[in-house]
């Protein structure tokens, strides 16, 4: 395998790495120790070399890429149930696959019932789970669940390797790039394929000036992370033909220089992301007063007031209220925008949201292009008559 290298000024030839490998992919020879090809990159020889000698290495230019076919979504997995985030990106690998005519597949890392969500990912029409299922996977530990997901990457090749930009996510995805010595784009907001298989990975950079446009060329695997609430959820398909194929995991590849001891579940309050009605308060609430209001709105919907970037830097909200290029992507089922002119940077992360209602006492706000319902109107009197309504509704 080409991505393994050996320093011959460390490596003493003591073979324990032959003796270790699980897949029998080291061989003493009369010059040092060869790689065939059962390598599948796991990593125990690396993990195992008393004396450093072993790396992973990939030459950029060195690739064929008509060897990397594919796209391969990591599973992940919270609280033994799949995230969300992983119907998305199977949605947006089916779109991309299409163009490319290649599969998509799923790897999961797990401990007990792994498998069974693999089962189910079935449904969404993807052509292979491959599922790497162990007691020793239970809790994240990023050195056994990197050395997975790389045995399943160096035994599919794949062209392009998605993964959920959550906490786990950005803490798997560098390990593995590293590991293949190739390119990482982290937080893409959109995707395209180009006709010789180059992913155009397209996420704001420059705190959201400029929209960059990324292209891993001279390497593969292409890692790209992918935000949250961005891309349109796979759909069930009528006939389902995938198939789960459980890989087998040696007591090596889940040997760990982690520990969990404990997992605690955390009490977090929902997040503006998983949110179903949101209103916004922009620089047209203009005071503590009408602050109060907007809030009471958001409240008698059942909802979460959140900002723009002006109203946060006023100290009005935090940035996990923010919604936009430099705060949260969301895509609600309502979403009512008072005061709020509708910069690009704003509407960029909304405009996905089935109901957009906008609020604004100019008619030429730009708010108005994207919004289903537009309000030309004062504020301070739209709100009120909304909330006095809403109430009245709700004791009919
Ligand atoms: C790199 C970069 C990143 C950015 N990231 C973000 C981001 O993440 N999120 C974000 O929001 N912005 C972001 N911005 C800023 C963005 O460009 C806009 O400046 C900002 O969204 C405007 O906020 P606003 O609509 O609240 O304020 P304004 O643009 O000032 O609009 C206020 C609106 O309120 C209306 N209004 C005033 N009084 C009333 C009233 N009484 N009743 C009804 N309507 C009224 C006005 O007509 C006006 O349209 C970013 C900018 C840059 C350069």
Same mark, same amino acid.
């Given at each position: 395998? /080409?991505?393994?290298?050996?320093?011959?000024?460390?490596?003493?030839?003591?073979?324990?790495?032959?003796?270790?490998?699980?897949?029998?992919?080291?061989?003493?020879?009369? /010059?040092?120790?060869?790689?065939?090809?059962?390598?599948?990159?796991?990593?125990?020889?690396?993990?195992?070399?008393?004396?450093?000698?072993?790396?992973?290495?990939?030459?950029? @230019?060195? =690739?064929?890429?008509?060897?990397?076919? @594919?796209?391969?979504?990591?599973?992940?997995?919270?609280?033994?149930?799949?995230?969300?985030?992983?119907?998305?990106?199977?949605?947006?690998?089916?779109?991309?696959?299409?163009?490319?005519?290649?599969?998509?597949?799923?790897?999961?890392?797990?401990?007990?019932?792994?498998?069974?969500?693999?089962?189910?990912?079935?449904?969404?029409?993807?052509?292979?789970?491959?599922?790497?299922?162990?007691?020793?996977?239970?809790?994240?530990?990023?050195?056994?669940?990197?050395?997975?997901?790389?045995?399943?990457?160096?035994?599919?090749?794949?062209?392009?390797?998605?993964?959920?930009?959550?906490?786990?996510?950005?803490?798997?995805?560098?390990?593995?790039?590293?590991?293949?010595?190739?390119?990482?784009?982290?937080?893409?907001?959109?995707?395209?394929?180009?006709?010789?298989?180059?992913?155009?990975?397209?996420?704001?950079?420059?705190?959201?000036?400029?929209?960059?446009?990324? =292209?891993?060329?001279? +390497?593969?695997?292409?890692?790209?992370?992918?935000?949250?609430?961005?891309?349109?959820?796979?759909?069930?398909?009528?006939?389902?033909?995938?198939?789960?194929?459980?890989?087998?995991?040696?007591?090596?590849?889940?040997?760990?220089?982690?520990?969990?001891?404990?997992?605690?579940?955390?009490?977090?309050?929902?997040?503006?992301?998983?949110?179903?009605?949101?209103?916004?308060?922009?620089?047209?609430?203009?005071?503590?007063?009408?602050?109060?209001?907007?809030?009471?709105?958001?409240?008698?919907?059942?909802?979460?007031?959140?900002?723009?970037?002006?109203? =946060?830097?006023?100290?009005?909200?935090?940035?996990?209220?923010?919604?936009?290029?430099?705060?949260?992507?969301?895509?609600?089922?309502?979403?009512?925008?008072?005061?709020?002119?509708?910069?690009?940077?704003?509407?960029?992360?909304?405009?996905? +949201?089935?109901?957009?209602?906008?609020?604004?006492?100019?008619?030429?706000?730009?708010?108005?292009?994207?919004?289903?319902?537009?309000?030309?109107?004062?504020?301070?009197?739209?709100?009120?008559?909304?909330?006095?309504?809403?109430?009245?509704?709700?004791?009919?």
């Amino acid at each position: 395998m /080409d991505f393994l290298k050996f320093d011959s000024d460390r490596c003493d030839l003591c073979g324990l790495c032959v003796e270790k490998c699980p897949f029998l992919a080291l061989t003493m020879e009369a /010059d040092g120790i060869a790689v065939n090809e059962a390598c599948r990159m796991c990593g125990v020889c690396v993990k195992g070399c008393p004396e450093n000698a072993i790396r992973f290495e990939q030459k950029a @230019g060195t =690739v064929d890429k008509k060897e990397w076919n @594919g796209i391969l979504v990591y599973g992940e997995q919270e609280n033994d149930r799949i995230h969300p985030v992983v119907y998305e990106l199977i949605g947006e690998a089916g779109r991309l696959a299409e163009e490319a005519g290649y599969e998509v597949n799923v790897v999961l890392t797990g401990g007990e019932g792994t498998r069974e969500n693999g089962e189910d990912l079935l449904l969404y029409g993807v052509d292979k789970v491959f599922v790497y299922e162990h007691p020793g996977f239970y809790g994240f530990k990023a050195d056994c669940y990197a050395d997975a997901v790389a045995d399943c990457i160096a035994a599919q090749k794949p062209s392009v390797v998605l993964i959920g930009a959550t906490p786990l996510g950005r803490s798997l995805a560098p390990r593995l790039s590293t590991r293949f010595h190739t390119g990482l784009t982290a937080d893409c907001t959109k995707l395209e394929m180009k006709d010789n298989t180059d992913l155009v990975q397209i996420r704001p950079a420059f705190g959201g000036n400029i929209m960059a446009q990324i =292209v891993i060329s001279n +390497s593969r695997p292409q890692f790209a992370t992918v935000r949250y609430k961005v891309m349109d959820s796979a759909k069930k398909v009528e006939e389902p033909k995938g198939q789960v194929v459980v890989c087998p995991v040696s007591e090596d590849l889940v040997r760990s220089r982690i520990t969990v001891t404990e997992i605690a579940p955390v009490r977090k309050s929902k997040s503006i992301e998983e949110e179903e009605i949101l209103v916004v308060a922009g620089r047209g609430v203009k005071s503590e007063k009408d602050i109060a209001m907007v809030k009471e709105l958001a409240e008698v919907l059942g909802g979460q007031l959140c900002f723009t970037r002006p109203m =946060v830097e006023a100290g009005y909200g935090d940035t996990a209220h923010q919604i936009g290029l430099s705060g949260r992507t969301v895509k609600p089922k309502l979403i009512i925008t008072c005061g709020v002119s509708g910069a690009i940077q704003f509407t960029s992360c909304m405009n996905g +949201s089935e109901c957009i209602v906008a609020v604004n006492s100019d008619p030429e706000a730009l708010i108005f292009g994207i919004a289903h319902y537009c309000v030309v109107d004062d504020l301070c009197r739209v709100v009120p008559e909304l909330i006095r309504k809403i109430r009245a509704e709700g004791k009919e």
